[in-house]
């Protein structure tokens, strides 16, 4: 079973289009967030959401919309994509007040705008 | 915002040859911890570093938490071919779940 699982693997669109990419975690966690990974392997978070609650919301584009329906889901819309967000979007969880900030990752998803 | 520095960038190694990338912070840490990631695949939790001074092991894993808590390292003895990857610290923010990704280090082995 996977853990941490990310729809599509792949994206590639033109610039201007809307784009989500969609995340699913069946490890009972209450901590979802959102990473992008540029092409020198840099990783920052973007997004972070707790019981469905925004508690991370990094310096990202106003084109950029996270929503979580659930603990278990977190999404990512994209508004008029750019060729700077082409780029690795990795979804991870963790369970908060355990002591232990041990993140799992999806697949993550590779976005390539032209 | 914090900012954490790993050395080297890239390391190739012979297999067989022992290999360290260091993590360095200009603040003092909570906690550190170490993720690797395989070529095309995902960051991996490979632990996790509380105390000062701290020393783990995992097979021919060493990581280390300096005694100041603004540094840690992650040494690997006798290379492998499936040790390659890219091996990245992460810094956790007081009692928070956010973590800041050190810039990695990608270990190549060549046979």
């Known amino acids: 079973d996977t853990a941490v699982s990310q729809t599509p693997k792949y994206l590639v669109t033109q610039m201007g289009n809307d784009k989500s990419i969609k995340c699913e975690q069946n490890?009972?966690?209450?901590?979802m967030y959102w990473y992008k990974q540029d092409s020198k392997k840099f990783l920052k978070i973007m997004f972070s959401?707790?019981?469905?609650?925004?508690?991370i919301n990094e310096t990202v584009p106003n084109r950029f919309s996270p929503k979580s329906p659930d603990k278990a889901h977190l999404n990512l819309h994209i508004n008029s994509l750019e060729l700077g967000d082409s780029a690795v979007y990795f979804c991870?969880?963790?369970?908060?007040?355990?002591?232990?900030?041990?993140?799992?990752f999806g697949p993550g998803t590779r976005l390539t705008v032209t | 915002g914090q900012q954490v520095m790993q050395i080297p960038q890239y390391q190739h190694v012979q297999e067989g040859e022992d290999f360290t990338t260091y993590c360095n912070s200009s603040?003092?840490?909570?906690?550190i911890q170490w993720y690797k990631q395989r070529p095309g695949g995902h960051p991996v939790f490979l632990i996790q570093?509380?105390?000062?001074?701290e020393v783990k092991k995992q097979k021919r894993l060493t990581f280390q938490f300096g005694e100041a808590k603004k540094n840690s390292s992650l040494h690997i003895t006798a290379t492998q071919t499936t040790d390659v990857g890219t091996y990245f610290c992460?810094?956790?923010?007081?009692?928070?779940?956010?973590?800041?990704f050190g810039t990695g280090t990608q270990l190549k082995v060549e046979l």
């Open positions: 992460a810094v956790g923010a007081g009692g928070g779940n956010k973590l800041t």
């Open positions: 490890l009972g966690h209450d901590t």
């Open positions: 991870a969880s963790s369970s908060s007040g355990t002591g232990s900030y041990e993140q799992y």
């Open positions: 959401y707790n019981n469905k609650e925004l508690i």
């Open positions: 603040t003092t840490l909570s906690n």
């Open positions: 570093l509380v105390k000062s001074g």
